[in-house]
């Protein structure tokens, strides 16, 4: 008997967990962070919660397609899936540090 490609362990779905909690942890810190700004301006905080929740929402998406994609590749041997959601956490990171900026500053 000899090992295939694929390990039957669980590492796809414990990354896909993680990812999951990834972006529930970002949409939280973008909500809280639009939440503070519609204290010192509106506008900004309506621009930024819309912001976090469109990203985590495609960040969603790119996470459970990752998934599906390596769990086929995983059978096959093929290269595993491209590094798009990381762009999209640093994405949701970059908006929710700008807005937690311009709330620091404009205390």
Known sequence: MSPGVWDP???????????????LSGLVC?????????????L???????AAV???????????????TNQERLHTA???ADARAHLGVTALLVVTGIGALVY????
Do not use: D
Not at 30 to 42: K, Q, T
């Open 9 to 23: 362990g669980l590492q796809n779905e414990r990354t896909q967990l993680a990812w999951q909690r990834t972006t």
């Open 30 to 42: 973008g909500l809280v962070v639009a939440r503070l700004l519609s204290s010192a301006s509106l």
């Open 44 to 50: 900004l905080a309506l621009v930024v919660g819309c």
């Open 54 to 68: 469109t990203i985590t929402a495609l960040l969603g998406w790119l996470t459970l397609r990752r998934y599906s």
């Open 78 to 80: 093929a290269p595993l």
């Open 104 to 107: 620091a500053l404009s205390r």
